[in-house]
């Protein structure tokens, strides 16, 4: 297994010379075809990313081999990464591209330091199979955690935003006015639901209708909270009832959800603290325990 280092090295090299000139060396007819379209083209258009909009670049390698890893259905991981908060159209080819990146430059890493080289050869091939395996699925934990984390922002600020939509609307505001202010007043305390309320002001602003932008608000989230507050707002603009009401009736519920879960939540930590208590009062029992049964072994041994 002597030549398993430097045959891990070789191709990475390999690849990423290969990569390289996909990126940087265009071919012949692509360079005429380019010339000749260079007049009927926009002047902000030359400087182009290599991730997108570029089809020569990383984006469209990244984009097969996350076909063929997805089997051609990306649908299920732009959904995780847009409940993420990654909207952009180059987040699927960013996303294979650090995993592939991870899964074969770490391995490649470890497998060069020296302390590496003193392990048997058998010790040495699982070592880096399972480095391999354990980064090509940590950014998938990471996207999980990250999807997590932005749906409960959402849902632990969305019942202090229903409160100011409801004194806003009293005030006199429209629907959009009212996410507009809230989004004004949470940019601080939680930008998340700031730039999500942000988003639906600004399609509207852009000539879609208020209704659809919400239900894209609701899309985007994931979040069962949004669009039952979303369902509320479409039905209240199409049948005409009090906005305001209704405003404030959901507002109430959803403050009572909040603390029922919270509730859950303080009921849950006894449970979980059963384990590392146990733990904890086994590990202190030893340390009391071990010098009198050292002794005892002892003097039975002695005798």
């Known amino acids: ?28 007819v692509e360079r005429r075809l380019s010339r000749l379209g260079a ?12 991730v997108h909009g570029n089809e020569k670049g990383l984006s ?34 960013i996303y294979h591209g650090v995993r592939l990146s991870l899964a074969l430059g770490g391995p490649a890493l470890v497998a060069m330091m020296p302390s590496v080289w003193a392990l048997p050869s058998a010790l040495q091939l699982g070592l880096l199979i399972s480095l391999s395996a354990l980064f090509y699925i940590f950014p998938s934990m990471y996207l999980d955690r990250r999807v997590a984390a932005h749906q409960n922002a959402l849902t632990r600020v969305l019942p202090d935003a229903l409160d100011l939509m409801v004194v806003c609307v009293e005030a006199g505001f429209g629907i959009n006015q009212s996410l507009a202010q809230v989004a004004d007043e949470f940019e601080s305390k ?28 609701a899309a985007r989230t994931g979040v069962s909270d949004i669009s039952s507050l979303v369902a509320l707002l479409v039905q209240t603009e199409r049948f005409g009832t009090s906005l305001a009401n209704a405003l404030r009736v959901h507002a109430d ?19 979980k603290l059963i384990l590392p208590s146990i733990m904890i009062f086994s590990a202190v029992l030893m340390v009391f325990l071990a010098p009198g049964g050292y002794a005892i072994i002892t003097s039975i041994g002695g005798n």
């Open 1 to 28: 297994m002597d030549f398993m280092i430097p045959t891990l090295v070789f191709g990475c090299v390999v690849m990423l010379s290969l990569a390289l000139r996909a990126i940087f060396v265009p071919r012949i």
């Open 39 to 50: 007049s009927a083209q926009p002047a902000e258009e030359e400087g182009e990313s290599l």
């Open 190 to 217: 939680c930008p998340i639901i700031a730039k999500e309320f942000g988003l639906v002001v600004q399609e509207a602003r852009a000539g879609k209708s208020t209704t659809d932008a919400l239900r894209a608000l």
């Open 253 to 271: 519920a959803m403050r009572i959800v909040r603390m029922q879960r919270a509730e859950e939540r303080a009921q849950q930590a006894t449970l």
């Open 60 to 93: 469209k390698i990244f984009d097969q081999i996350g076909k063929r890893q997805e089997g051609g259905d990306l649908s299920r991981l732009k959904t995780r990464l847009i409940y993420a908060g990654y909207r952009k159209p180059s987040a699927p080819a």
